[in-house]
Each structure stands twice: as C-alpha cells, then as structure tokens.
C-alpha cells in the first residue's frame, strides 16, 4: 500500500532536506502547507477566495480550512504513489482529520520522527554563519571556515549570522515546537505508526533509514 509520511522534526532536525531527497528518489511529491497557501493566494478558486477572505479579516485559519487544501492538493495525480506533509498535521484534531484523507486515498499513514537533541540543534542554530555572495552555510561548531569570519570561495565576503539565531530565540522556538508536537509523536506512537531516526548521523545515512522505513524494509 502506498504511504502518506508525516515527516516531523524539530527546526534545525534536517527534515527538510530528507523530505527533498525522499522526492528526488522515490518521486514523493514534499507536501507543504506553507507552500499550498502561497500558491492559493495567487490562485483563482473558491476555495482560494475562501482561504483570502479568512487571511484578510486576520482570523486564524481553522483545521477544517487546513484539511479541504490538503485534501485538494493531495488528490492530484502526482500524489496518487503516495506523497510527504511537512508542517501537517500541526493538531491531534489534524491528525485525525488526515486519517478519514488516507482512508479515501488508499493510503497508509507512517509518522517518521527525525531526531536531534535540543542542546545539539541549539548549536546548529547558533553558531550557523552564512555567506552573502554564494549563500554557503558554515558553523563555528561543526563546519568553521578557514578564516574566521569569512567565506572560503570569497575570502572578501564576511559572513553574516541571522538575527532570530540567538540562544534565547532558539530555545523559544524549541520549546514551542515541543509543547506543539508531543501530542502528535503520543497519538502516533499509541497506533504504533512512528519510527523514530536517529538524526545525528551524516544525512545519507539517515535517509537510508527513512528510505527503508517508507519502503517497508525495516
């Protein structure tokens, strides 16, 4: 049976650049909410208008808003071999949504936890420098540049820091994230549909666990 991934991460975890391999690969199209509502705004639907009305009257979007553009984008062909959300389901009440979608898709649902320690993904966040001129990303931690303060390529450039890259931001969002997502990795792991992936590892070796989980080999 072919599989929706609910592919989760804590920011920094690496889960988007494992969802773009998985879609290079297998040809599962990476399903983002965030980009669904970029795409809706420009677009001439109902169910845009319906998205643009609520957008501009500066409600929230409710989950049965959110589950109608997942539905409709995840009844597309390219979607028919099965496909990965990322940044969905955000809820327990989306999570349940989603399970009436993939009984009317013929899919099955696996959870795939990427995970990171917090202490390590502060680190990624904090000491990520990158380059202005060809956007290289290094880290005082694991990828420091030869020269202090500048790119390799362009030895001119000094590197720049993101200003939402402090350790008191970090810990924020991480903290967010875990209050927002532990009820999910409980609702998923009570069905016994999440596989957790060590993702400290080099990133090939964490996509060959995820390859064989989404395939079945494990």
Excluded: W
Aim: proline residues 5%.
């Amino acid at each position: 049976m072919s599989k929706i991934v609910v592919l989760m991460g804590a920011p920094g975890a690496g889960k988007g650049t494992q969802a773009r391999l998985l879609q290079e690969r297998r040809g599962l199209p990476q399903i983002s909410t965030g980009d669904m509502f970029r795409t809706l705004a420009k677009a001439e639907t109902p169910l845009a208008e319906e998205v643009r009305a609520v957008q501009s009257a500066g409600k929230l979007i409710s989950d049965e808003l959110v589950i109608r553009v997942v539905e409709e984008r995840t009844s597309q062909d390219d979607c028919r071999r099965g496909y990965i959300l990322d940044g969905f389901p955000r809820t327990t009440v989306q999570a349940t949504m989603l399970e009436n979608i993939a009984i009317e898709q013929g899919h099955k649902i696996q959870a795939v936890l990427v995970d990171v320690p917090f202490e390590l993904l502060e680190k990624r966040a904090t000491g990520r420098l990158s380059c202005p001129v060809c956007g290289e990303i290094y880290n005082i931690y694991f990828k420091p540049p030869i020269k202090e303060g500048f790119c390799d390529a362009h030895p001119d450039a000094p590197l720049t820091h993101r200003t939402d890259d402090t350790s008191a931001k970090i810990k924020v969002r991480l903290e967010t994230y875990e209050q927002q997502t532990r009820p999910l990795l409980d609702y998923y792991s009570g069905s016994h549909r999440l596989s957790r992936v060590e993702g400290t590892r080099d990133l090939k070796v964490v996509y060959e666990d995820i390859e064989k989980i989404v395939t079945g080999d494990v």
